[in-house]
């Protein structure tokens, strides 16, 4: 096997050195090497590194990886540096032309915002793009990976479905539904379901485990190459964990005051599997939850995760990894209640007009990756595999359309997803630049089945939609980073994607229904330029624009071919990042325009043109170290969202609201952290009052809720406390303008519904290491 992938290895570099006419000097050498924690033995990425005697610097990449190349023999002094761990001196003296390997190991410590240095190579967590470890993590209140999403600055998630339907997301002047205008990535296995039964772009984390996520990378906007579909508003990529640095055995029990009773609880296992060969590294991970909610009716939620994560090293530069999760939940819904049942006392804010709302879901994921350092580059191989049931039971407008038996729906989406990704990324000079070059290609298969059923009380009584769809998408995409001096990088991109939709109506076709059966492909081209000028290691400030887009249902696509394109956005931003002593601010001002906005929207069966769009606005930024042990960071971004006449057009006169969009919205607090372990966070989330329709008659209501964590770990025991909603405030987590009629009404109402908040929440957790 070995004697295969050396010939392989040796099979691209040699491919790729042809390609780019790079010479190595006789009397050069390359450094290369990984960084690790000293203690936990993961990956560290991010870390700078700096040959300071010929000023030369680069970071390691998301495998803790880093090389130098065309080193003239000689001695060096590398530094290696990352916040929160203590910088490390490493002497190497280079007396041969052989190629030297190193392993570097970093040593944890308290984190000072004194110690941050802005490089040209990597933003520090600047309002556009960011990058968050586990540190980020802890303070969090989380109940699945779905809630990590709030450490994105700007991004606000709703629940309104009893906990198991995927989060409503809201960010940069969208409300991306369920993920319309975010894409998602969980080691390179993309989220977002298309041509989704109940919404395009339908992303569920909930199959992930939030303890074995090791990172997330975070990008906004459109101007990056390494993402394509629905990556309009931002693109949230999760990595896990390659092994553990500990078991785990860790229950948690959680309870509302107003049930006088215990309404959560959830159970958590972590094994590293004990391989005597130190070739294999592997973990397995599984939770279970049951949440009664705090509803009148019993929510009845239950979830159960699996997963597992196998590591194989072939040789000192080629590895395999092969996981597999799976998952399952089921549970009932208080739904979306009208403001006027509340009002006339009809229900309390935690009852419910249809008791029968719920449903179930499942997802399995298979994924195998391969990756291999060929000469001065590294190439990546990815194929992903999942499975994917979905059935939700969902009654809007209660009797509006069926008086007497209720307008109850079940929606359906069964499908199998199969993908292919495979990069190659290299370091060459141009000129005397040291410049990167990425050369990727992507390809995703979806096999669906949709219904749409009228289905009171969950018995179905007709099928208004049912439909097989084959879609597939190709893409190939580019990017060549420039690294002009120190101070000034730039990075040009391109992308190119495919889509193939092919729809088979299943229904009979009769005077109530039209056959859309049809077949249709659409692409896109989409450039990409990213400029970042460092003045110095306080102070830097960044250019970045390109298009992207984010398909529309299969459905709407073969419907009308020369109206339904892909729909194109073109975002540009400016912004700087600052670093005063023991305090770093980021700033960003940005503005997108969206050539239209053709949904399928699952819960009627229809397509909405909601035509072109334009939203601007700003993203700010800040942290600072008010003590040795106390932190406090702030978040706060403004957008204007209206629909426009064309792309890049006029300003619609009326009507011209986007629904839901957020207006202003912030996030911060403060954290302690001690050395004995102790560690305390209270959060606030704030979000404006914003218009619930496009003539802005209907007001969806702000709110402000404000969290509290305390979290204290030993070697083998770790306590915590979180506490949501501290202040027990009333608010409406999800809201939307809604016509509807309640049974004894004689006319429908449109009005304000909303699905009640969180209100006070209590969780204890305790764990157990070895």
């Not at 991004?155 to 002047?173: C, P, S, T, V």
């Not at 009002?343 to 449903?359: Q, V």
């Not at 960044?542 to 073109?570: C, E, M, W």
């Amino acid at each position: 096997m070995n004697i295969a992938f050396t010939k392989l290895n040796n099979l691209f570099l040699g491919l790729i050195l042809s390609l780019f006419s790079i010479s190595i000097q006789s009397q050069t050498t390359i450094i290369r090497g990984t960084i690790k924690d000293k203690k936990t033995n993961i990956l560290i990425d991010h870390v700078l590194i700096a040959i300071d005697n010929i000023n030369r610097h680069t970071h390691s990449d998301d495998k803790g990886n880093f090389f130098f190349d065309n080193l003239p023999l000689g001695k060096y002094e590398f530094e290696f540096e990352k916040i929160g761990y203590e910088k490390q001196v490493l002497k190497i003296n280079v007396g041969s032309t052989d190629s030297i390997q190193v392993d570097v190991f970093l040593v944890s410590k308290a984190i000072n915002l004194d110690e941050v240095a802005i490089a040209a190579d990597k933003p520090v967590s600047a309002a556009s793009s960011s990058y968050l470890s586990q540190v980020s993590f802890i303070n969090q209140p989380r109940n699945s990976a779905q809630d990590l999403l709030r450490l994105v600055p700007g991004l606000f998630i709703a629940q309104h479905a009893g906990g198991g339907k995927a989060e409503q997301i809201f960010i940069r002047g969208f409300d991306c539904d369920h993920g319309t205008d975010i894409a998602t990535f969980v080691d390179g296995i993309p989220v977002n379901m298309p041509s989704h039964g109940h919404g395009q772009g339908y992303a569920d984390l909930h199959f992930l485990i939030p303890e074995v996520v090791e990172s997330m990378g975070i990008f906004k906007g459109t101007s990056s190459p390494l993402y394509g579909d629905f990556a309009t508003g931002a693109a949230v990529s999760f990595k896990t964990l390659d092994s553990l640095s500990t078991n785990l055995i860790q229950l948690e029990a959680g309870s509302v005051p107003r049930t006088n009773a215990i309404t959560s609880t959830r159970g958590l296992v972590m094994l590293q599997v004990p391989f005597k060969n130190n070739k294999i590294s592997s973990y397995f991970a599984a939770d279970v939850i049951n949440n009664k909610g705090f509803f009148d009716i019993n929510q009845d939620f239950k979830r159960t995760n699996i997963f597992s994560k196998t590591t194989y090293f072939i040789n000192d530069n080629s590895r395999i990894q092969f996981s597999v999760s799976g998952f399952g939940s089921s549970w009932n819904a208080s739904g979306q209640i009208p403001e006027r049942a509340v009002a006339s006392g009809l229900i309390t804010r935690y009852g419910s007009i249809d008791p029968n709302e719920g449903g179930t879901t499942s997802r399995n994921n298979y994924n195998l990756t391969y990756t291999s350092k060929l000469g001065l580059g590294e190439f990546e191989t990815q194929a992903y595999m999942s499975t994917y049931r979905f059935k939700l039971f969902s009654d809007f407008t209660f009797f509006l359309t069926d008086t007497v038996n209720g307008d109850m729906i079940e929606q359906d989406d069964n499908r199998t997803v199969r993908g292919l990704n495979a990069k190659y990324s290299i370091g060459h000079h141009l000129f005397n630049m040291h410049n990167k070059f990425t050369l990727g290609t992507s390809f995703r298969s979806d096999e669906i089945e949709n219904q749409l059923w009228h289905a009171p009380h969950r018995d179905r009584l007709k099928a208004t939609a049912h439909s097989l769809i084959h879609q597939r998408s190709n893409a190939v995409f580019a990017n060549e980073i420039f690294r002009f001096s120190n101070h000034f990088r730039a990075e040009l991109g391109f992308r190119y994607d495919y889509f193939v939709f092919d729809v088979e109506d299943l229904l009979p076709t009769d005077s109530m229904h039209k056959n859309y059966s049809g077949f249709n492909y659409q692409s896109a081209i989409s450039p990409k330029l990213n400029l970042i000028y460092t003045v110095n290691d306080r102070v830097q400030f960044f250019f970045n624009t390109g298009s992207g887009y984010h398909s529309n249902d299969a459905r709407s696509s073969v419907q009308d071919k020369n109206q339904h394109h892909l729909p194109i956005a073109v975002s540009a931003e400016l912004g700087a990042l600052f670093h005063i002593k023991k305090t770093v601010i980021s700033a960003a001002f940005w503005g997108m325009d969206l050539s239209n906005e053709l949904v399928y929207v699952g819960d009627d069966g229809t397509t909405e043109n909601k035509g072109a769009s334009r939203r601007y606005g700003i993203d700010a930024s800040g942290r600072t170290q008010l003590l040795r042990w106390l932190y406090l960071d702030v978040d706060i971004n403004l957008s204007n969202s209206r629909l426009i006449d064309t792309l890049f057009g006029s300003q619609k006169t009326i009507n011209n609201y986007i629904p839901l969009a957020p207006t202003l919205t912030s996030v911060g607090g403060l954290t302690a952290k001690f050395n004995n372990g102790l560690e305390f966070g209270l959060r606030y989330r704030y979000m404006k009052d914003r218009p619930a329709n496009e003539s802005n008659t209907i007001v969806a209501n702000g709110y402000n809720v404000v969290d509290f964590t305390a979290n204290y770990k030993t070697k083998h025991y770790k306590v915590g406390l979180v506490i949501e909603n501290l202040l027990n405030t009333n608010w409406n987590e999800a809201q939307f303008d809604t016509e509807t009629r309640l049974r004894n009404e004689t006319k429908s109402v449109d009005e304000l519904h909303y699905t009640t908040g969180t209100p006070f929440y209590a969780k204890v957790v305790v764990g157990y290491l070895f």
